[in-house]
């Protein structure tokens, strides 16, 4: 009896620290590279530096929340020159290794960070980007819409899933497209308006 006893016992140790050992859950890791980097950003701000991240005053960086996570999706250059409508839209966009983090004072965003996943996890690679950020949260009617980025042409757009078809947004009002800041048209649509400009650049650029 007490051997039985003992080898429950060992298994019962076995299976504690197999749980112990057992990675977390990405959404888990992504939230906590989130909140540190909220530590790292409320180390950077200072007198000098406090508006051009994105906040009002130095106090308001204690007060800084992280807000909904952003998924961010990239449309290169090839890919769109190359779309033709009935194709896939699912295959112009490349999922980034980058989320965005909106930062919150109160019920207000004020800035960003953006984390990236790397061989290592998660952590943070860049703060600011307050304007885009802030209008990216700003037209976000979900959780489930996500970023979508097109790094030659430093466009940014809100983009969601409905059925089949992708839907953008563009943030701002740009010249290059038909659509103003807040419309949503598929993504075909926004490729076709684009055209004309995807021959003025030779290569994807990073911003």
Partial sequence: MRTLLLIFCAFLMM???QRKNEPKPAAMELQEAGENAIDVLQKLVNEQNYKSLGFLTIGEVQQAELGEPM???NMGLEKLRSFRAGQDPNSVLMLSVETIFPVTVGSEVRTGV??????????ASSFGNADVVRRLAGYRQSPKEFAVRIPALNMYFV???VETCILLMPIINDPRLKL??????PLE????QLRPYLTHHSSDSQM
């Avoid at 649509?189 to 076709?192: A, C, E, M, T």
């Fill in 71 to 73: 998924e961010v999706y």
């Fill in 189 to 192: 649509v926004v490729v076709k």
């Fill in 114 to 123: 953006t984390i990236s996943h790397r061989e290592q996890g998660y952590e």
């Fill in 159 to 161: 983009g969601r899933h």
């Fill in 15 to 17: 299976g504690c620290t």
């Fill in 180 to 185: 103003q800041a807040g419309e949503t048209a």
